[in-house]
């Protein structure tokens, strides 16, 4: 999850976002635990098969 957010961020510099997709019910439940689809530029969409 950290390096998650920490690509998140080093994206965000370049005005860019991470769009996560397709997490595993128990990746979908851990990313929301920790408030990672709070961040900023961040996008979530738990239904499709990869990150992309």
């Given amino acids: ?3 998650l957010a920490l690509l998140s961020r080093r994206l965000r510099r370049h005005g860019r976002l991470l769009f996560l997709r397709g997490a595993p ?3 979908h439940s851990l990313i929301l635990l920790v ?3 709070r961040l900023p530029g961040v996008r979530f969409d ?3 098969p990869a990150i992309a």
Avoid: F, R, T
Wanted: hydrophobic content about 50%; overall charge negative.
């Fill in 46 to 48: 738990g239904a499709a």
């Fill in 1 to 3: 999850m950290l390096d």
């Fill in 25 to 27: 019910p128990q990746i």
């Fill in 35 to 37: 408030g990672l689809h």
